[in-house]
């Protein structure tokens, strides 16, 4: 019998609870159950739960109690309620006396919501591109566009993508002909270059699968906190198939144990942004004030997919914006899922680059800020005690990351410097 290490579901308590198979359609053993628990759309934890046998859904309710009543509890009290009015059957929302607050300040943001432009940078991966815009078209908030950058094409593969979804979504092409995903970043604001400073510009990835409520969500967080120039949100596992895709979500995963609990992160935080570096966000659910790209003047690009760093360029973006005394958020409700890596070579290489990409990004810090480096240094003991530790984590998995730390301050110095832009073929936004 094929053995599958794990089924990822969403779980709405305001609605009667599923029977969860430990068996798949096909036949095939699922191990456990990463359940992201929701109440009136919000998620509010990602529990995981045996499958070695059915979950009916007493039983599932059961253990959403003992991992997540918590946060259940915080939320439920707002409505009047207690974890002990939560039934199999869901919620008795005859209880709840008008609209729950979380759906009420949702519909009350929207009403301001300043102009949104969704960018997703791509390379040749038009199957990848197709199942991100599907997710767009799905979203409980539509006033806003899409801008696709297509990063040094190699074919038409890509374009012709985005015009299947013209019909759909209020969409933008670009080409970018310089490879490097900073590039095609930058050449996304240049695109914006007519656009007000107000603009809400939020970034995804082509293997990500946008949430229903993602777009709503980053907007309200912007409208709600009028001084933040950026916002990220939760990072979650589209499926959890193959081993590999499992010891990377225990590795951290995406969001990197950020969990889903709303945080800000500014001059009266009190976090360092060097070490550990704070849930400040990471390039596949990012937002940004069009006005705060534009007075940092965009990405470097020497960092990012497609230059020999491999990465850091949002984790760049983020630190600079705190060290100028800017405010970002964090909040889970803007949700994604992304897919990861299948296969243990994959992961292998995943976890290389993540690892120079944070150590480039050191570097670029201090070829901007000198004065960073004596910090830094008086942070390598913990550094090192950090990663001495590993846990139960594959070795040769912690070995990949170590080693692409110490490749990624050479590959920064050797990747490219900023160069002129290129001339960036635009097509016009068109429904």
Same mark, same amino acid.
């Given at each position: 019998?094929? $053995?599958? *290490?794990?089924?990822?579901?969403?779980?709405?308590?305001?609605?009667?609870?599923?029977?969860?198979?430990?068996?798949?359609?096909?036949?095939?053993?699922?191990?456990?159950?990463?359940?992201?628990?929701?109440?009136?759309?919000?998620?509010?934890?990602?529990?995981?739960?045996?499958?070695? +046998?059915?979950?009916?859904?007493?039983?599932? /309710?059961?253990?959403?109690?003992?991992?997540?009543?918590?946060?259940?509890?915080?939320?439920?009290?707002?409505?009047?309620?207690?974890?002990?009015?939560?039934?199999?059957?869901?919620?008795?929302?005859?209880?709840?006396?008008?609209?729950?607050?979380?759906?009420?300040?949702?519909?009350?943001?929207?009403?301001?919501?300043?102009?949104?432009?969704?960018?997703?940078?791509?390379?040749?991966?038009? +199957?990848?591109? $197709?199942?991100?815009?599907?997710?767009?078209?799905?979203?409980?908030?539509? $006033?806003?566009?899409?801008?696709?950058?297509? =990063?040094?094409?190699?074919?038409?593969?890509?374009?012709?993508?985005?015009? !299947?979804?013209?019909?759909?979504?209020?969409?933008?092409?670009?080409?970018?002909?310089?490879?490097?995903?900073?590039?095609?970043?930058?050449?996304?604001?240049?695109?914006?270059?007519?656009?007000? @400073?107000?603009?809400?510009?939020?970034?995804?990835? +082509? #293997?990500?699968?946008?949430? *229903?409520?993602?777009?709503?969500?980053?907007?309200?967080?912007?409208?709600?906190? *009028?001084?933040?120039?950026?916002?990220? %949100?939760?990072?979650?596992?589209?499926?959890?198939?193959?081993?590999?895709?499992?010891?990377? !979500?225990?590795?951290?995963?995406?969001?990197?144990?950020?969990?889903?609990? &709303? #945080? !800000?992160?500014?001059?009266?935080?009190?976090?360092?942004?060097?070490?550990?570096?704070?849930?400040?966000? /990471?390039?596949?659910?990012?937002?940004?004030?069009?006005?705060?790209?534009?007075? /940092?003047?965009?990405?470097?690009?020497?960092?990012? &997919?497609?230059?020999?760093?491999? @990465? %850091?360029?949002?984790?760049?973006?983020?630190?600079?914006?705190?060290?100028?005394?800017?405010?970002?958020?964090?909040?889970?409700?803007?949700?994604?899922?992304?897919?990861?890596?299948?296969?243990?070579? @994959?992961?292998? =290489?995943?976890?290389?680059?993540?690892?120079?990409?944070?150590?480039?990004?050191?570097?670029?810090?201090?070829?901007?800020?000198?004065?960073?480096?004596?910090?830094?240094?008086?942070?390598?003991?913990?550094?090192?005690?950090?990663?001495?530790? %590993?846990?139960?984590?594959?070795?040769?998995?912690?070995?990949?990351?170590?080693?692409?730390?110490?490749? %990624? *301050?050479?590959?920064?110095?050797?990747?490219?410097?900023?160069?002129?832009?290129?001339?960036?073929?635009?097509?016009?936004?068109?429904?």
């Amino acid at each position: 019998m094929t $053995r599958i *290490p794990g089924v990822v579901l969403d779980v709405e308590l305001s609605a009667p609870l599923p029977f969860v198979h430990a068996l798949d359609t096909l036949g095939h053993r699922r191990d456990a159950a990463w359940v992201i628990v929701r109440l009136f759309t919000e998620p509010l934890a990602m529990v995981t739960l045996d499958l070695s +046998d059915d979950l009916a859904p007493d039983a599932l /309710l059961a253990g959403i109690r003992a991992e997540a009543g918590h946060a259940l509890g915080e939320r439920l009290a707002l409505v009047g309620l207690t974890v002990h009015d939560l039934t199999a059957d869901g919620l008795a929302l005859t209880a709840i006396t008008g609209t729950p607050p979380y759906l009420a300040g949702r519909t009350r943001a929207l009403h301001f919501a300043p102009p949104v432009t969704v960018v997703i940078c791509t390379r040749e991966r038009p +199957d990848a591109l $197709r199942d991100c815009l599907i997710s767009l078209t799905d979203q409980d908030f539509d $006033r806003f566009d899409v801008l696709v950058v297509d =990063n040094a094409p190699t074919s038409d593969r890509t374009r012709h993508v985005v015009d !299947e979804f013209a019909p759909r979504l209020a969409l933008r092409y670009v080409v970018e002909p310089g490879p490097g995903l900073s590039r095609a970043r930058n050449a996304a604001i240049a695109a914006l270059a007519g656009e007000p @400073g107000e603009r809400i510009v939020a970034w995804t990835d +082509d #293997d990500v699968r946008a949430d *229903p409520h993602w777009v709503a969500e980053v907007v309200r967080a912007f409208v709600e906190n *009028p001084a933040a120039a950026a916002v990220s %949100g939760a990072v979650v596992p589209a499926e959890l198939r193959t081993d590999a895709q499992v010891w990377f !979500e225990r590795f951290g995963g995406h969001s990197k144990g950020r969990g889903f609990v &709303a #945080d !800000e992160f500014g001059p009266l935080s009190g976090e360092s942004p060097l070490y550990p570096l704070p849930a400040f966000g /990471l390039g596949a659910n990012m937002a940004f004030r069009l006005a705060a790209l534009r007075k /940092l003047r965009g990405f470097d690009e020497a960092l990012g &997919a497609g230059t020999p760093a491999q @990465g %850091g360029e949002d984790t760049l973006m983020f630190s600079r914006l705190l060290r100028g005394g800017a405010t970002t958020l964090y909040r889970p409700s803007a949700l994604v899922r992304r897919v990861h890596r299948a296969d243990l070579d @994959g992961l292998w =290489n995943q976890l290389a680059a993540y690892g120079a990409g944070l150590t480039a990004f050191y570097v670029a810090l201090i070829r901007s800020e000198p004065r960073v480096l004596l910090a830094l240094i008086r942070l390598l003991p913990r550094v090192f005690r950090d990663f001495r530790a %590993g846990g139960d984590f594959p070795r040769e998995l912690l070995g990949a990351s170590r080693r692409g730390m110490l490749a %990624g *301050p050479w590959r920064y110095l050797r990747g490219p410097r900023p160069a002129p832009p290129t001339k960036a073929v635009i097509s016009p936004s068109r429904r």
